[in-house]
């Protein structure tokens, strides 16, 4: 199977809703896990093409706060 029927696929979607969403799959998680890790795999040349800059980078910035307190590497 291809990747994106695997593990899906979308045209746009912000790098915030991206980590925002693994992180509450990990919360919802009812299994003890030894790690909790996001790799992120992108060909996109403009992350922050469907947001404004500005605005991306501080949510992004509060995201990844967010993610290191819940032990999720990324």
Known sequence: ETLDKFYGFADKCSIWHALWNCQ???T????KL???EI???T???NPYSIDSI???RDKLSVKIHD???????L
């Open 24 to 26: 509450a799959q990990f």
């Open 28 to 31: 919802k998680c009812k299994t």
């Open 34 to 36: 030894d790690r909790k």
């Open 39 to 41: 790799f992120m795999f």
């Open 43 to 45: 060909h996109d040349g």
């Open 54 to 56: 500005t605005d991306a």
């Open 67 to 73: 993610l290191q307190q819940s032990d999720i590497d």
